[in-house]
């Protein structure tokens, strides 16, 4: 999916407005998606995610990941995956 750079800009976290969202693709998602594999991540519902991440949003502070389900930014709160350490890799 591609999303506007303006809109990009604009993009907040649903529950810390004050940290923007950055797009990361699937190559920095290894690591996330080999959890989701095992089952071992659930969203901030406590719902277990049950297929793999192609891209998301992540925060700027790197601790929650929002994801795009078949193009859709899913930005509620809920749907957030607290991440751990190394989920993510970027650079």
Known sequence: MQIPD????????PERKDLSLKLVGQSALER?????????????AGKKVEKVIEEGLL???????YPIWDGIPVLLIEE?????EGDVVIG
């Open 80 to 84: 957030g995956i607290e991440l751990v």
């Open 6 to 13: 303006w809109l990009l800009e604009i993009l907040v976290c």
């Open 59 to 65: 925060r700027e502070d790197g601790k929650v990941l």
């Open 32 to 44: 996330l998606n080999q959890r989701i594999v095992n089952g071992e991540v659930k969203n901030r």
